[in-house]
Nanobody, 123 residues
Framework: QVQLVESGGGLVQAGGSLRLSCAAS????????MGWFRQAPGKEREFVAR????????VYADSVKGRFTVFRDNAKSTVYLQMNTLEPEDTAVYYC????????????????WGKGTLVTVSS
């Protein structure tokens, strides 16, 4: 069975950093576009970043560009989200996603979702 398991969330002060991990199992990892979404309390789900099969191409939401970096290790079937210069507005549950095709920013057609990891950024 396919599983995406996020880890690395927690409480951090504004300006700090966290690295999220998403360990995948039960799928051919390198054949999936991987990405991250987040959902803040009372807000709609928001696209954060995606990374192509080889890791050569990355796309970021404007709100995180320059602060967050997505990268993947296909040998470990793991995708990461390095979050630097965190802001209170980054507080959200972060979800890992896997898509066989392109991982649309609106989340439509995503094949697999993780259960999420909570990131809380204090002022």
């Amino acid at each position: 069975q396919v599983q995406l398991v996020e880890s690395g969330g927690g409480l951090v002060q504004a300006g700090g950093s966290l690295r999220l991990s998403c360990a995948a199992s039960g799928l051919s990892f390198s054949t999936y576009v991987m990405g991250w979404f987040r959902q803040a309390p009372g807000k709609e789900r928001e696209f954060v970043a995606r990374i192509s099969w080889s890791g050569a191409v990355t796309v970021y939401a404007d709100s995180v560009k320059g602060r967050f970096t997505v990268f993947r290790d296909n040998a470990k079937s793991t995708v990461y989200l390095q979050m630097n210069t965190l802001e209170p507005e980054d507080t959200a549950v972060y979800y890992c996603a896997a898509d066989k095709f392109q991982l649309l920013a609106n989340g439509d057609g995503v094949n697999y979702w993780g259960k999420g990891t909570l990131v809380t950024v204090s002022s």
